[in-house]
């Protein structure tokens, strides 16, 4: 339909990495909770905007009797996902004219996409689509904690590039990026004004900070390369004679992080996202 998203906004391996990890199953304890679901029935759920895929993956590795159907309109994290994922059904399609009958799904779920669709349209939508006491699910990630190490610090390299960089566009705005953000207040009342009723909310707190002994050695490296994927990827994103030389700056400042944490001289660097989830149930 469109790559609108892997090509102007966030590429699939940032998504992709990021995402694997905020849905590591070390972290399976707090959505459960949260997400409340009966693991015992075969429900059917519907991720909605699901990117390359890593929660619809985390899904069906939660809820082994589910049958997940995961949908975006973005074609190249559609076909990364089909490619990629087993166990989910991958569909390329709209949220906002969602391709299925309605009474369909017990459950739909969405993880930072709420922000860019307008909001009746996107509850709507998944009313119509939810069966009688459907549950939904909203994910929104708020403000987080970011801590870098001194080596993943920018060098006067990265930043001459960056300042060489004219983006005459303001892309966010072309595509309606973060348009209907909202508050912690607003989101669970959006829901409500939407028409699903005992609506409840709670965060999920993910820390991922390498140098914490809790986690495994590849969970801690997987943590540093998924920071480094990213930054390739705005980096090989502009067209300049100078990005394989800032690829090559990216590359020593990550290999130094690695080093550093296989020698156990912390840093103590952290990215903590804390996501917000809004549940609610449909009553038709
Ligand atoms: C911030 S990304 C999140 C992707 C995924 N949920 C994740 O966390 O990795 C927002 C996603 O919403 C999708 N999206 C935005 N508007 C959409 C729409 N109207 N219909 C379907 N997908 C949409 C984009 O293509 C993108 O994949």
């Keep these: 339909m469109n790559n609108i998203w892997s090509e102007n906004i966030q590429g699939i391996k940032t998504l992709y990495l990021s995402r694997k990890l905020r849905f590591d199953d070390f972290f399976y304890g ?45 074609s190249n994290f559609i076909e990364y996902a089909k490619e990629n994922i087993s166990g989910v059904k991958f569909i390329e399609g709209d949220a906002t004219v969602l391709p299925f009958e309605a009474d369909t799904f017990d459950v739909t779920i969405s993880h930072t996409v709420c922000e860019h669709i307008e909001p009746t349209i996107f509850y709507a939508e998944q009313k119509r689509v939810l069966r009688d006491n459907g549950v939904c699910l909203v994910l929104s990630a708020r403000k987080g904690i970011k801590h870098l190490a001194e080596c993943l610090k920018m060098t006067k390299a990265e930043k001459e590039f960056w300042d060489s960089i004219t983006d005459e566009e303001n892309i966010l705005e072309k595509y309606a990026v973060g348009k209907y953000s909202m508050t912690e207040q607003e989101l669970p009342m959006a829901m409500e004004n939407n028409g699903f009723a005992n609506v409840s909310t709670g965060y999920a707190v993910i820390d991922l900070t390498p140098d914490n002994p809790k986690y495994s050695s590849q969970m801690a490296e997987d943590i540093i390369n998924s920071e480094r994927a990213s930054e390739l990827e705005a980096v090989q994103s502009v067209k300049s004679a100078e990005t394989n030389r800032i690829v090559d700056v990216i590359n020593e400042k990550y290999d130094s992080r690695i080093e550093l944490y296989r020698k156990g001289n912390k840093q103590w660097d952290t990215i903590t996202s804390i996501t917000m989830i809004i549940r609610g149930i449909n009553k038709k």
């Design 30 to 74: 707090q959505y459960e909770k949260l997400f409340s679901l009966d693991k015992s029935q075969n429900l059917k759920i519907l991720e909605i905007g699901c990117g390359p895929g890593a929660l619809a993956s985390a899904l069906h590795r939660w809820y082994p009797n589910a049958e997940i159907v995961a949908i975006d309109r973005d």
